[in-house]
């Protein structure tokens, strides 16, 4: 099972353009199992996954970029030949929240697949690329240590636990 930080390789060093770049290649192969795993682990949840949420799912895997919810209506559009709505989008996107299937990127007011199935109170932090737009979801159990100790210090609850980091990737910076 992938782990948070472990799904990325950066090591190969091919141009960072949006075809190629091996953010988007990543996340494409992964796309096919991880629609079917989610859809198991929805079952098990005695959730369903819909075809829509599935539709979804798979907008937000066939890039490595954040999307939008225009863009996620886009991209299932040319798809499914049928323009969602935005409420669906975002009751869609809740479903896939709540289940650790998607992460929303606040700073970006956009979306990503979550690959990781990592705990709900694992903290999660987002390296996103300014260069390219793409972004990588990485975790480290001591920096989740780390902040719990500081939040409690603080007696301070934390209900979401996400940090995103703008800056350049591996590739982009090389
Ligand atoms: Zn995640
Ligand atoms: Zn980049």
Request: proline share 5%.
């Amino acid at each position: 099972m992938a782990r948070p930080g472990d799904h990325h390789d950066h090591t190969d060093q091919t141009a960072c353009d949006s075809q190629v770049c091996a953010h988007a290649q990543d996340h494409a192969a992964r796309a096919p199992l991880a629609l079917q795993q989610a859809s198991e682990l929805c079952k098990t949840r005695g959730e369903r996954l819909t075809p829509i949420r599935k539709r979804v799912l798979a907008a937000l895997y066939s890039t490595h970029k954040p999307l939008s919810a225009y863009e996620v209506i886009d991209a299932v559009a040319a798809d499914m030949d049928k323009k969602l709505a935005p409420v669906t989008i975002y009751r869609t996107m809740d479903f896939l929240i709540a289940q650790g299937l998607a992460h929303r990127l606040e700073s970006r007011n956009a979306f990503i697949a979550c690959p990781a199935y990592h705990a709900p109170d694992d903290v999660v932090v987002f390296m996103i690329c300014e260069s390219c737009g793409g972004v990588d979801e990485v975790s480290s159990d001591r920096l989740g240590q780390a902040l719990q100790d500081l939040t409690r210090q603080h007696g301070f609850k934390p209900q979401l636990r996400i940090i995103e980091l703008a800056g350049t990737c591996a590739h982009c910076g090389a």
